[in-house]
């Protein structure tokens, strides 16, 4: 393990963490941060992931990304950069695992169709709030608490890693000092998670053929660099090995950025220790800026000919729709919900519990009770 990156002085212990809500004794041979993380893996929330769309549906390959195997790649990658800066890699491959439970069907589309259902009753649904929900109150596997009983850093991160907090605005959030920045592990979650998604997008688009390789050298000078140096120092080999090659001196690209970017952030702001982190004005992961001017260009080529693409709109338009009718069908009549969902729906808001019970659905799952329910 790495003790020595060039900000170890940050790392943030597992003996320095403020622990469980409900206490336990100390497992012999892994620290507390390896049990969350070991915990994370085992709930069935993280193996639903496996049929939760990460960009492209399983109608158009079998061979792209889903939203486990994406847990997987920023877990790699945000790993990989704790290790490089001295930080916590435990802490830090957990939040990557844990970061994307929350989501509901069909990627953002479900996310966001979910927030519209939930605003007709002046709620909204937000998937790092659910993904707490998860691991306080749903998974239920151990006879003396409730939930997975996390410890306090990886519910912390989980509600804060890719969005700072304001006191008093949700009160369920405020005992995770809202008034303050996460840890460095936390805070490096998000970036981690934009450079995996990115260059798998890239990847799996190009694969679908969505667009040709030169349209993606107009828009990221950087890529067509690395794209020629590649093709010609290996002429002979297929396209699709070009582009791999030059993929991977892409992905290199934008984490030597991020690791350099948050050195110099760190160093520039004169922090000495977590608390100095945690009372900084502002969060202190980053990229340097050339590597962030070629996330930023990818971004928006991949939004633009990816994300908005005619291709995935009839996909996007179609899992919308199945949301949509599945939350109108339940909340016609709660009645109609399984048996578990149907006692807590009346007690608690029926219309929460229902999107409870969606967000909680894989992609397979949602189609088959929508044709159940619908036809189809």
């Not at 589309?109 to 709030?129: P, V, Y």
């Not at 949700?170 to 998000?190: F, G, K, S, V």
């Not at 997008?201 to 679908?208: G, S």
């Not at 894989?362 to 329910?373: L, N, Q, S």
């Amino acid at each position: 393990m790495n003790t020595a990156g060039p900000i170890a002085f940050l790392r943030l212990r597992p003996e320095m963490s403020r622990g469980r809500r409900f206490p336990e004794l100390r497992h012999p041979y892994r620290n507390d941060f390896q049990r969350d993380r070991d915990r994370v893996i085992h709930t069935r929330a993280f193996r639903r992931l496996e049929n939760k769309t990460q960009v492209f549906t399983q109608g158009i390959s079998d061979h792209f990304r889903n939203r486990l195997t994406h847990s997987i790649e920023v877990a790699q990658l945000a790993r990989t950069v704790a290790l490089a800066l001295g930080l916590d890699p435990d802490l830090t491959e957990a939040l990557a695992l844990v970061h994307d439970i929350g989501h509901p069907p069909f990627a953002h589309s479900g996310e966001e169709e979910l927030a519209a259902q939930m605003a007709r009753f002046g709620g909204t649904f937000d998937h790092n709030i659910h993904a707490l929900r998860i691991v306080e109150h749903f998974e239920q596997r151990y006879a003396r608490f409730p939930g997975l009983n996390l410890t306090f850093e990886l519910r912390e991160g989980i509600v804060k890693h890719s969005r700072d907090l304001t006191p008093g605005a949700n009160p369920e959030l405020d005992e995770y000092l809202p008034e303050q920045r996460p840890p460095i592990e936390a805070q490096l979650i998000d970036i981690a998670d934009e450079i995996a998604y990115s260059a798998a997008d890239l990847d799996d688009a190009q694969q679908a053929g969505l667009f040709p390789l030169a349209d993606v050298a107009k828009a990221v000078p950087a890529w067509g660099e690395l794209f020629d140096s590649v093709e010609s120092m290996y002429p002979a080999v297929p396209e699709r090995v070009q582009f791999q090659e030059a993929l991977r001196l892409l992905i290199d690209l934008l984490v030597t950025g991020f690791v350099d970017g948050t050195v110099d952030a760190c160093r520039a702001a004169g922090v000495e220790t977590v608390a100095d982190v945690r009372q900084h004005p502002e969060r202190l992961a980053r990229l340097t800026a050339d590597p962030a001017e070629t996330g930023k260009q990818l971004k928006q080529f991949l939004r633009k000919r990816v994300y908005h693409s005619k291709e995935l709109k009839a996909d996007r338009e179609r899992s919308v729709g199945m949301i949509g009718d599945l939350f109108n069908y339940f909340v016609a009549d709660p009645d109609r919900l399984p048996e578990g969902y149907r006692d807590e729906a009346r007690t608690r808001p029926a219309h929460v519990v229902i999107c409870d019970y969606i967000a909680g659905m894989t992609d397979g799952y949602c189609i088959r009770m929508h044709a159940e329910r619908f036809g189809g």
